[in-house]
């Protein structure tokens, strides 16, 4: 394998603080595709130039290629060298042109970096270093030229031959080859290069553009998929329009194509001109995609088609600048969203997230800033810090500014940088520039790594109340010691009385370790409502009780404060019940059915309002978590809800039952009611829920209802249980993107036996750990369901060490992302931190393990 290295070997750790510019600027290059998946010939042409005065030589990054012929201004070279992997090719001038020839083998590449083959297609995937897999480059991302590339390639297998830019030529060559000639005209990075050769078809569209030209679309896929297309159509169309409206930003050439893949390491590529999609976010219909996929097909379109301008115009100077263009696009793409349909429960979502996702990283030994000072491996830093944290300190600078100084912001960064590479000082002094803020101490965001805390403790004298603010930050890696940060927080405070807001909703800039605010003449008791809309990405504590929650998750005016309202009562009871093995749920029980029976309620929102809080984020509430412990609470506190409410919830889902499919706000909420209260109704242990929730599998005209009642299933006892998984194995045999499901399903079931029956899935005739998404349906699934992994026998934790052992030798960059559920060791009980921790040992020590691996799992281990 070409980037393994064994654990003895020392690392290269790449540092921020080393960056220099560029030696050798490439303004133009040429690349001509001889394409065959056993033998591509690639043939490169580069115009290189001096970058300053300097008498290096050029340098060219290469991964596992061997140079067929280099040529210096036409002439065969011989003074080139290898440095390891890399070209050195010493040179005289301050210009020449150099011409480099390889032959790469893209169906044996197994890594899905550089060129490969998918499903009988040829596709690319170069961000962040795959470029140097297919040809000698300064692959870096200030680097930038301008493209044209030829592609030549045998025409039944591959009609179609597509590349960024815009379409030049095309023609017939000899012996049944064909060929296509695509010119980029916007100079740009290396792994922004793109191409994909295959038997595709396309939905087309079109878009007039705000200065009124037409730019031409197409969705390409195998022909089979063709009707599972129109909804990305539709996503793509629409996000053109809001970039437009929103921002601004106008589309710039004349095609723009999406082509889809099934085997695809990360979710979707903002290849310019040219974006290559994870076909899971792409494929959609109603009876193999779910209202989930739907929504994320839609943010995902949209969040690479906002990357034309936060991260293609304007690219990163260096890869630790990644969330200049990654947390800015996700800003984006989370506002599209929120702008199509319910912005509260879409904020809900993000959040929910973010807890998942990125808070548990932050606190645990692959902590990192939001702008990184160094890495082994790249790839390791496509995190939920980088892009998710990243979105929210946007989302801050929004808050801070204001919607209309932030516009003013990113129209002066979008003017002066585009064409650029960029930094994330950049943008922050884009906006101060702008707005006239001084955000000085807030880039504290961009360095700081872990989740702030707050401790607000409102009390009140009369008629004056006093709310009382610390703030602290947790030492991280490398990082001991914190500075206090700049926190928006909105507060509000409620009559307990009247239900009355008591003032407007306050903007404070929480900036010291300590603050107080003061509230004067106050006529009631007040009840605070803190951190609204989670205006900072923090933890909050605060002293109020189960009764100030509950009165809020009923009377705040904010969607998310109530959400959250709610939230904490149900997390003070079932940390209470998993630290004295019981505690009491009738408040719970009382705010649930409060807000099940509120006609004024969007039900999505209510839907999401009414879950209980999941095992791990109970489990993040604690010192040492307890798996079996934190399941047991919750389980009894599902039932008694389920018991208590029957009635509530046999209402809400006799409302929705007989619905038709319809992808709309209203549709959507309604489904996910619906199986939000089929849970309850079998949490109860009512005799009929089975059955209730196999003829919802039956009789469902759509995925959603349908996965949600073998989700159901999945987890319960009833022969009914198997009847199902095997249905849904028939009906959808040969369909991937739906077999995931049926493997995440039954990898995330809260039954006794699922770490043996996830084993027993690993050796199924459809499992290959050769697809990522099938990879992380099982592998990846199976290790967040905390109770089935961390089964004090340690077998979930061998498990996944096998396979991700055995992934690594395929593709380190998957393999590595599975990693973080191992690395949290030092959350749990000393027997199982031991398990975990030998289990990490034993990945290290594996021989040619690759760095990807190598960096996360030693890191884990600290
Ligand atoms: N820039 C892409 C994410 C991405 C990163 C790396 C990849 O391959 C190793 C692929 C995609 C995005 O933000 O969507
Ligand atoms: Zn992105």
Same mark, same amino acid.
């Given at each position: 394998m070409a980037d393994a290295q064994t654990a003895t070997q020392a690392p290269t750790i790449t540092r921020r603080e080393d960056y220099r510019e560029p030696d050798w600027r490439v303004p133009e290059i040429a690349l001509d595709f001889d394409l065959d998946p056993a033998a591509t010939r690639v043939r490169a042409t580069l115009q290189v130039e001096r970058n300053g005065v300097h008498d290096r030589p050029l340098v060219l990054d290469g991964d596992a290629l061997v140079p067929v012929s280099v040529l210096v201004d036409g002439v065969e070279a011989t003074g080139w060298s290898m440095d390891g992997p890399n070209l050195v090719i010493p040179l005289t001038g301050s210009a020449h042109r150099i011409d480099t020839e390889v032959v790469i083998a893209p169906e044996r590449n197994t890594q899905l970096q550089g060129l490969y083959a998918s499903q009988g297609m040829l596709c690319t995937q170069c961000e962040a270093e795959g470029f140097r897999r297919i040809t000698f480059f300064p692959d870096r991302p200030d680097v930038l030229s301008r493209y044209k590339v030829r592609m030549t390639a045998d025409k039944a297998r591959f009609p179609v031959l597509l590349a960024n830019g815009d379409p030049i030529a095309q023609g017939e060559g000899a012996d049944g080859r064909h060929w296509a000639e695509w010119h980029d005209p916007f100079p740009k990075p290396s792994y922004l290069f793109a191409l994909v050769a295959g038997d595709l078809v396309a939905n087309r569209g079109s878009f007039t553009t705000l200065s009124g030209r037409t730019v031409e679309l197409g969705i390409w896929v195998r022909s089979p998929d063709l009707a599972k297309t129109d909804h990305a159509l539709h996503a793509l169309k629409l996000s053109m329009a809001w970039d437009e409206q929103v921002y601004g930003r106008e589309y710039d050439l004349d095609v723009f194509n999406i082509v889809a893949v099934d085997d695809f390491n990360f979710g979707a590529m903002e290849n310019k001109g040219l974006n290559v999609f994870n076909s899971r976010y792409i494929l959609a219909d109603p009876d193999t995609a779910t209202d989930y996929d739907y929504d994320?097909?839609?943010? &995902?379109?949209?969040?690479?088609?906002?990357?034309?301008?936060?991260?293609?115009?304007?690219?990163? @100077?260096?890869?630790?600048?990644?969330?200049?263009?990654?947390?800015?696009? &996700?800003?984006? +793409?989370?506002?599209?969203?929120? +702008?199509?349909?319910?912005?509260?429960?879409?904020?809900?979502? +993000?959040?929910?997230?973010? #807890?998942?996702?990125?808070?548990?990283?932050?606190?645990?030994?692959?902590?990192?800033?939001?702008?990184?000072?160094?890495?082994?491996?790249?790839?390791?830093?496509?995190? $939920?810090?980088?892009?998710?944290?990243? $979105?929210?300190?946007? #989302?801050?600078?929004h808050t801070i500014l204001g919607p209309d100084k932030f516009r003013a912001g990113t129209d002066l960064y979008f003017q002066r940088f585009d064409g650029t590479a960029a930094t994330c000082e950049d943008f922050v002094a884009s906006m101060e520039e702008a707005s006239g803020a001084d955000l000085s101490q807030f880039r504290r965001w961009y360095t700081q790594a872990g989740t702030p805390r707050v401790s607000a403790t409102l009390t009140q004298e009369g008629g004056r109340a006093r709310l009382s603010l610390r703030q602290s930050v947790p030492p991280t890696p490398g990082q001991p010691v914190k500075e206090p940060m700049v926190l928006p927080l909105k507060i509000k405070l409620f009559g307990s009385f009247t239900g009355r807001a008591m003032c407007d909703e306050q903007l404070m800039l929480f900036k010291d370790d300590a603050a107080e605010m003061v509230f004067e003449n106050l006529s009631e008791t007040p009840v605070l409502s803190i951190n609204r809309g989670f205006s900072a990405p923090i933890i909050v504590e605060t002293n109020r009780t189960a009764a100030d929650l509950a009165f809020l998750s009923a009377h705040d005016d904010d969607p998310f404060a109530r959400y959250e309202a709610m939230q904490q009562l149900m997390l003070d009871t079932l940390v209470a019940s998993v630290a004295s093995g019981s505690a009491d749920h009738q408040p719970v029980i009382d705010a649930v059915r409060n807000t099940l029976t509120d006609g004024a309620l969007d039900p999505a929102f209510i839907a999401e309002a009414v879950l209980l809080p999941s095992d791990s984020f109970i489990g993040d509430q604690m010192a040492v978590v307890d798996p079996e412990a934190i399941f047991r609470a919750r389980e009894s506190l599902r039932r008694d809800l389920g018991m208590a409410l029957n009635a509530e919830w046999r209402a809400a889902y006799d409302a929705v039952r007989a619905n038709r499919f319809e992808y709309s706000p209203t549709g959507k909420g309604a489904r996910r009611i619906k199986t939000v209260a089929l849970g309850y109704i079998a949490a109860s242990g009512a005799a009929d829920a089975a059955a209730l929730a196999y003829a919802q599998f039956e009789g469902a005209d759509n995925m959603t209802d349908r996965q949600g009642a073998l989700t159901?299933?999945?987890?319960?006892?009833?022969?009914? #249980?198997?009847?199902?998984?095997?249905?849904?194995?028939?009906?959808? $045999?040969?369909?991937?993107? &739906?077999?995931?499901?049926?493997?995440?399903?039954?990898?995330?079931?809260? @039954? /006794? *036996?699922?770490?043996?029956?996830?084993?027993?899935?690993?050796?199924?005739? *459809?499992?290959?750990?050769?697809?990522?998404?099938?990879?992380?349906?099982?592998?990846? $699934?199976?290790?967040?369901?905390? @109770?089935?992994?961390? /089964?004090?026998?340690?077998?979930?934790?061998?498990? &996944?060490?096998?396979?991700?052992?055995?992934?690594? @030798?395929?593709?380190?960059?998957?393999?590595?992302?599975?990693?973080?559920?191992?690395?949290?060791?030092?959350?749990?009980?000393a027997a199982r931190a031991a398990r975990m921790r030998a289990e990490l040992e034993r990945i290290v020590a594996t021989p040619g393990l690759s760095k990807d691996m190598f960096e996360q799992a030693t890191k884990s281990l600290d």
């Open positions: 994320a097909i839609a943010a &995902v379109v949209a969040h690479e088609y906002f990357h034309n301008w936060s991260g293609n115009r304007v690219t990163c @100077r260096d890869w630790f600048q990644l969330s200049l263009k990654e947390g800015f696009t &996700v800003f984006r +793409d989370q506002s599209f969203s929120a +702008d199509q349909g319910s912005a509260a429960v879409k904020r809900i979502e +993000d959040v929910r997230g973010l #807890r998942a996702s990125q808070f548990p990283e932050d606190s645990g030994p692959l902590a990192h800033p939001v702008r990184p000072d160094e890495y082994i491996e790249i790839s390791n830093f496509y995190t $939920a810090t980088i892009y998710n944290k990243g $979105a929210e300190v946007i #989302r801050m600078i159901t299933l999945a987890s319960g006892t009833s022969p009914l #249980r198997e009847q199902a998984i095997e249905a849904f194995y028939q009906r959808y $045999a040969g369909n991937g993107l &739906v077999l995931d499901k049926w493997f995440q399903t039954q990898a995330l079931s809260s @039954r /006794d *036996d699922t770490a043996q029956r996830v084993e027993a899935l690993a050796q199924h005739r *459809d499992f290959t750990l050769a697809n990522p998404n099938r990879a992380r349906a099982l592998i990846g $699934a199976f290790a967040v369901n905390q @109770r089935a992994f961390h /089964d004090i026998s340690g077998r979930g934790y061998r498990f &996944v060490a096998d396979q991700l052992i055995a992934l690594d @030798r395929l593709n380190p960059q998957t393999a590595a992302k599975l990693i973080p559920p191992l690395g949290r060791w030092k959350r749990f009980d």
